[in-house]
């Protein structure tokens, strides 16, 4: 549609100036991160002092931040929570895509209209409730409420009703069971789905803020989200280097993730907007 | 095994509903969703109700039941809840109004140059990848990009921008950090949505003689029409939410000009211990959360007939 050399050439021009706006800030995190304290405000890109010295005391006994720990807390419970997730809902999504029960419908509708719940909205009975069980401050708190979410039920509900229904004639043929159909049929063929699912929530999870900001109180259940906000507003406030150096250490898993389930990570976040 | 023939096989899966049993049997793999459900979303909602009704701290409970009082209060203008949720209120409004265009606007520009441009996968990774970072690592960035004195931006400009103290400039700032962050997502989307539009359509308007602003005007954007309004209601619910852009990087100021209601409720209930009138003003919110996307969502039905 394109016709002319000049219009691609406009395009290209403006994408990677783009690019290159959405790419400046990490930019300028990593190149503050490599510079000692001294040299923080030079405005210079490319640090004149190279030093590493703001990791290593970041990683060091005694520093104010806790890293291991709080990223340890941070994938555990991410990594908890997307099994427990991808679980539930796949379960739940066979149930209602492809079996039959009284108040099916009930359910269904119920499950959408939670949706429109805003966390907000929950936030304080959920503080409470969490309290009267004595969960504050553990992992329970950091991994059971957001199993609760229905968006991943819908998601593989999607898939689901778009897997044939001679393949289940097949399975019934060999007497399997409805189990054993999940287990063998809709399980496997949904595992690009479902890995999609596992990694949406895997992100939200840790990237959450709210929510484990005031679920946890004691610094060796923080998460990593909360322990770098602390470490803003607090001790590393004015230390760019090494705030810059901590937002790093804090970015890894969720790089890692993007690096290599780009192309599920994009497909789900596609389907999001055509699910609804 | 047990054999079963093709056609009996068939009236099975086509079977509604079966013997209670089977339909105990079904209603199994449903259950084990239903309880979190239940337990860490269902009862919460009515927990809160019942909170709302009531005063409530935390170190004591319930310090007595009052009804819809504290849902009136935020209507009664003399008190200070009701000034602090109405000006909280305001902020978000302010908030959602200018981010909103900018959260559909700017990325259904790049979505369509994307799709015209070589290396679209790489575009849309780079335009993507903020999205993937939590909340404190962008704001810890931007808050020091943006500082007055020395900050990256103003030194590299030669500016003297006051970005997050004074306003305009602290929307201005929480606004830019916003798009930057989060309008990725709402790329992927409508670049799905551009990549359905059937070829025969735009190549149909190539021929005839529909340019590149023209085919953008005339067929990809009424085409988007469906996905551009899930994306549309979708920001607004998203913007509403405001949180973490001023509490991390204004602290809700200058003064409580960036103080969102999210921040308000959250001040309230664990910076007061008022847990039953936060309730009571989170409820609210998702009240009024409700009725705009409801208006919202008749709005781009009434347009699309």
Same mark, same amino acid.
């Given at each position: 549609?394109?016709?002319?050399?000049?219009?691609? &050439?406009? /395009? %290209?021009?403006?994408?990677?100036?783009?690019?290159? !706006?959405? @790419?400046?800030?990490?930019?300028? *995190?990593?190149?503050?991160?490599?510079?000692?304290?001294?040299?923080?405000?030079?405005?210079?890109?490319?640090?004149?002092?190279?030093?590493?010295?703001?990791?290593?005391?970041?990683?060091?006994?005694?520093?104010?931040?806790?890293?291991?720990?709080?990223?340890?807390?941070?994938?555990?419970?991410?990594?908890?929570?997307?099994?427990?997730?991808?679980?539930?809902?796949?379960?739940?999504?066979?149930?209602?895509?492809?079996?039959?029960?009284?108040?099916?419908?009930?359910?269904?509708?119920?499950?959408?209209?939670?949706?429109?719940v805003?966390?907000?909205a929950i936030?304080i009975p959920?503080?409470l409730?969490?309290?009267?069980?004595?969960?504050?401050?553990?992992?329970? &708190?950091? /991994? %059971?409420?957001?199993?609760?979410?229905?968006?991943? !039920?819908? @998601?593989?509900?999607?898939?689901? *009703?778009?897997?044939?229904?001679?393949?289940?004639?097949?399975?019934?043929?060999?007497?399997?069971?409805?189990?054993?159909?999940?287990?063998?049929?809709?399980?496997?063929?949904?595992?690009?789905?479902?890995?999609?699912?596992?990694?949406?929530?895997?992100?939200?999870?840790?990237?959450?803020?709210?929510?484990?900001?005031?679920?946890?109180?004691?610094?060796?259940?923080?998460?990593?989200?909360?322990?770098?906000?602390?470490?803003?507003?607090?001790?590393?406030?004015?230390?760019?280097?090494?705030?810059?150096?901590?937002?790093?250490?804090?970015?890894?898993?969720?790089?890692?993730?993007?690096?290599?389930?780009?192309?599920?990570?994009?497909?789900?976040?596609?389907?999001?907007?055509?699910?609804? | 095994?047990?054999?079963?023939?093709?056609?009996?096989?068939?009236?099975?899966?086509?079977?509604?509903?079966?013997?209670?049993?089977?339909?105990?049997?079904?209603?199994?793999?449903?259950?084990?969703?239903?309880?979190?459900?239940?337990?860490?979303?269902a009862y919460p909602i009515i927990f809160g109700i019942s909170v709302s009704l009531q005063?409530w701290?935390?170190?004591?409970?319930?310090?007595?039941f009052v009804g819809l009082?504290q849902y009136?209060?935020?209507?009664?203008?003399?008190?200070?809840?009701?000034?602090?949720?109405?000006?909280?209120?305001?902020?978000?409004?302010?908030?959602?109004?200018?981010?909103?265009?900018?959260?559909?606007?700017?990325?259904?520009?790049?979505?369509?140059?994307?799709?015209?441009?070589?290396?679209?996968?790489?575009?849309?990774?780079?335009?993507?990848?903020?999205?993937?970072?939590?909340?404190?690592?962008?704001?810890?960035?931007?808050?020091?990009?943006?500082?007055?004195?020395?900050?990256?931006?103003?030194?590299?400009?030669?500016?003297?921008?006051?970005?997050?103290?004074?306003?305009?400039?602290?929307?201005?700032?929480?606004?830019?950090?916003?798009?930057?962050?989060?309008?990725?997502?709402?790329?992927?989307?409508?670049?799905?949505?551009?990549?359905?539009?059937?070829?025969?359509?735009?190549?149909?308007?190539?021929?005839?003689?529909?340019?590149?602003?023209?085919?953008?005007?005339?067929?990809?954007?009424?085409?988007?029409?469906?996905?551009?309004?899930?994306?549309?209601?979708?920001?607004?619910?998203?913007?509403?939410?405001?949180?973490?852009?001023?509490?991390?990087?204004?602290?809700?100021?200058?003064?409580?000009?960036?103080?969102?209601?999210?921040?308000?409720?959250?001040?309230?209930?664990?910076?007061?211990?008022?847990m039953g009138?936060a309730s009571a003003m989170a409820f609210m919110?998702g009240l009024?959360?409700?009725?705009?996307?409801?208006?919202?969502?008749?709005?781009?039905?009434?347009?699309?007939?």
């Open positions: 549609m394109v016709t002319h050399k000049w219009q691609r &050439a406009i /395009i %290209l021009v403006v994408l990677i100036i783009g690019s290159i !706006v959405m @790419l400046f800030p990490f930019a300028w *995190l990593v190149s503050t991160s490599l510079k000692p304290l001294a040299d923080a405000f030079d405005g210079n890109f490319i640090p004149q002092h190279l030093t590493f010295s703001n990791f290593t005391q970041i990683l060091a006994n005694g520093s104010a931040a806790s890293v291991g720990q709080w990223l340890g807390n941070s994938i555990f419970s991410a990594i908890s929570t997307s099994i427990l997730v991808m679980l539930l809902d796949s379960l739940a999504a066979y149930g209602l895509a492809r079996l039959h029960f009284l108040g099916k419908k009930v359910v269904f509708y119920v499950l959408v209209g939670s949706l429109m805003p966390f907000i936030l959920l503080y409730e969490f309290a009267n069980l004595n969960l504050l401050d553990t992992y329970g &708190a950091l /991994i %059971l409420p957001y199993t609760s979410n229905a968006f991943g !039920v819908f @998601l593989l509900y999607q898939f689901f *009703l778009s897997i044939p229904k001679e393949l289940e004639e097949a399975a019934i043929i060999d007497g399997a069971n409805k189990f054993q159909m999940w287990r063998k049929i809709f399980l496997p063929l949904s595992i690009p789905a479902t890995a999609t699912l596992g990694m949406m929530t895997f992100m939200g999870v840790y990237n959450d803020f709210f929510w484990p900001l005031v679920a946890t109180s004691s610094n060796s259940m923080r998460t990593m989200t909360v322990g770098v906000a602390l470490m803003t507003i607090g001790p590393y406030s004015t230390n760019y280097p090494l705030l810059m150096a901590l937002t790093i250490f804090s970015m890894i898993p969720t790089l890692i993730a993007f690096i290599f389930a780009q192309r599920q990570l994009l497909q789900g976040v596609a389907t999001t907007g055509i699910n609804i | 095994m047990s054999s079963i023939s093709p056609a009996i096989a068939k009236k099975r899966v086509r079977k509604i509903g079966g013997s209670p049993l089977n339909q105990l049997g079904s209603f199994l793999f449903v259950l084990p969703y239903l309880i979190v459900f239940a337990l860490f979303l005063h701290n935390p170190m004591i409970g319930s310090g007595g009082g009136l209060g935020l209507f009664n203008m003399q008190s200070l809840t009701a000034q602090i949720f109405w000006t909280s209120f305001m902020n978000t409004a302010i908030f959602v109004v200018i981010s909103v265009p900018f959260l559909v606007g700017v990325p259904l520009i790049l979505a369509y140059l994307i799709y015209n441009a070589p290396v679209k996968g790489f575009f849309r990774a780079i335009f993507f990848f903020p999205s993937i970072l939590s909340a404190t690592s962008v704001m810890a960035v931007w808050a020091w990009l943006l500082q007055t004195q020395g900050g990256p931006i103003n030194q590299i400009f030669g500016l003297h921008i006051p970005w997050l103290v004074r306003q305009p400039w602290a929307w201005v700032s929480i606004d830019l950090v916003t798009v930057w962050w989060s309008m990725g997502f709402n790329l992927i989307i409508i670049y799905a949505g551009i990549t359905q539009i059937s070829d025969t359509t735009i190549s149909a308007a190539a021929i005839d003689g529909a340019g590149f602003l023209r085919t953008f005007r005339s067929i990809v954007v009424p085409q988007l029409r469906n996905v551009l309004s899930v994306v549309f209601i979708m920001s607004t619910i998203a913007s509403f939410n405001l949180f973490a852009q001023p509490f991390l990087l204004t602290g809700g100021g200058p003064g409580q000009s960036t103080t969102s209601l999210s921040q308000e409720i959250y001040n309230q209930g664990f910076g007061l211990n008022h009138s919110m009024i959360l409700a009725a705009v996307s409801f208006v919202q969502y008749f709005m781009v039905r009434e347009g699309r007939s």
